[in-house]
């Protein structure tokens, strides 16, 4: 697992084994996670199919118990982005962007309390993740992944198509102001907290 610079994302690129019958490769593997002080109890797998320029996010939930995701994509191309919305973290309202595409078999780790979103760089993209837990639409927040304090470089060759509530989200500050975004230090305790439980689990 690779760091991304924001504290709680990681990169992953798996070992991919070919032959003449096709190729095999373990896309998840939670021992992996656990090293980085990360654990993932799966609640729920979605899969999305996008047209291209299909712009998902930015999505976060509320911490506690906010929802993490491992985010891969198996066909197309996308452009994911992690968003720091942790008011009080020294990177707040920073991204970091990574293509995800069949050719790279890359995934990425979103830990509670980081925004995510994503766009379609193909037509027919499909993107599979997993999630820590189920949706809950009331816990579920947006914020606009156009606003320009963001600076998201989303591809100015690609029309970004937005679903109606995402088009309707606020933007960081307005999210800030509003008391919508996490709070750094929740979500850090949340994090240490959920480490410690899974030790005392497995002890």
């Known amino acids: 697992m690779d760091p991304l610079t924001i504290q709680g994302a990681y990169a992953f690129t798996p070992q991919v084994h070919d032959d003449e019958r096709g190729s095999f490769h373990e896309w998840f593997r939670q021992d992996h996670l656990e090293r980085t002080g990360h654990t993932f109890g799966l609640a729920q797998a979605n899969c999305s199919v996008s047209s291209k320029g299909v712009l998902r996010g930015v999505h976060f939930a509320d911490v506690p118990p ?9 066909r197309g191309a996308i452009l994911d982005v992690v968003v720091d919305l942790r008011v009080g973290s020294p990177t707040f309202g ?110």
């Open 66 to 74: 906010g929802q993490a995701k491992y985010v891969t994509c198996v």
């Open 94 to 203: 920073r991204h970091e962007a990574v293509t995800l595409d069949p050719g790279n078999r890359r995934c990425l780790y979103i830990a509670e309390g980081l925004g995510h979103a994503f766009m379609a760089l193909t037509d027919d993209t499909m993107v599979m993740y997993l999630c820590s837990e189920p949706y809950a639409p009331r816990r579920e927040h947006g914020v606009h992944p156009l606003d320009a304090d963001l600076g998201i470089p989303w591809p100015s060759d690609v029309e970004p198509i937005l679903s109606p509530k995402d088009a309707a989200a606020p933007t960081l500050a307005e999210a800030e102001k509003s008391g919508l975004l996490p709070d750094y230090r929740t979500c850090l305790d949340f994090y240490a907290g959920r480490q410690d439980g899974q030790d005392g689990q497995d002890g």
